[in-house]
């Protein structure tokens, strides 16, 4: 598997919490340790990225998950378009 950066994971883990996700998916979707997925967890719910619901027991997304995966969508695919020009040509104008 190529690296992943920290950001990267967080994505996963919250792509795999949009409809409700106990702690052992989210191990398997993003392909974290148990001790990997403590740590991201944690650090996820101080953010408020995503919820436990204790009834479920399972993680599930925010507002503030869902916006920031929009977010990363969007950077992504500007990342994504500009490693795709070919070297020597010019980007195209950016809008705004």
């Known amino acids: 598997m190529k690296y992943r950066s920290r ?3 967080i994505a ?19 392909y974290l340790s148990y001790a990997q997925v403590q740590e991201y967890l944690q650090y996820l719910t ?3 990225l995503i919820s436990f619901d204790q009834d479920t027991h399972t993680y599930k997304l925010t507002e503030q998950g ?7 969508d969007e950077i992504s695919d500007i990342v994504s378009l500009k ?3 070919v070297p020597g ?7 705004g």
């Open 89 to 95: 040509t010019t980007a195209p104008p950016l809008l």
């Open 83 to 85: 490693n795709s020009q």
């Open 12 to 30: 996963m883990i919250l792509q795999a919490s949009m409809n409700g996700a106990t702690k052992t998916r989210l191990m398997y979707s993003a």
């Open 7 to 9: 950001t990267d994971i």
């Open 46 to 48: 101080e953010k408020r």
């Open 66 to 72: 869902l916006h920031f995966l929009r977010v990363y």
